[in-house]
């Protein structure tokens, strides 16, 4: 069974930084398109950040500017840097791997799923 582990949530102060991580199989993290998606309690799950085709990425707007995503391929693992957090960046954190362009999949993708990390911003 796939297994992508996230690590590096936890609790923060607004204007703070996290940076999560989330190591993939190398079968996975080569042929896949990685991504981070988040779902507040009683929320969607919605797009955060993820790698389209041609090594490109996309940012949800609440993202742009504060996160960054981005990947070592010699640890097969990507990262989201968060920064200047905010109380409403409070969710759950996953990973995604899938085959599908997150563009076209702003709530929620197949693939392989992480089991999700805690992120929450206190004001």
């Known amino acids: 069974q796939v297994q992508l582990v996230e690590s590096g949530g936890g609790l923060v102060q607004a204007g703070g930084s996290l940076r999560l991580s989330c190591a993939a199989p190398?079968?996975?993290?080569?042929?896949?398109?990685m991504a981070w998606y988040r779902q507040a309690p009683g929320k969607r799950r919605e797009l955060v950040a993820g790698f389209t085709f041609g090594n490109a990425k996309t940012y949800a707007n609440f993202a742009q500017g504060r996160f960054t995503m981005s990947k070592d391929t010699d640890k097969s693992t990507v990262y989201l840097q968060m920064n200047n957090l905010k109380p409403e960046d409070t969710a759950i954190y996953y990973c995604?791997?899938?085959?599908?362009?997150?563009?076209?999949?702003?709530?929620?993708?197949?693939?392989?799923w992480g089991q999700g990390i805690q992120v929450t911003v206190s004001s």
């Open positions: 190398l079968s996975v993290f080569n042929f896949y398109l």
């Open positions: 995604n791997a899938d085959k599908t362009n997150p563009l076209l999949n702003r709530y929620s993708r197949g693939g392989y």
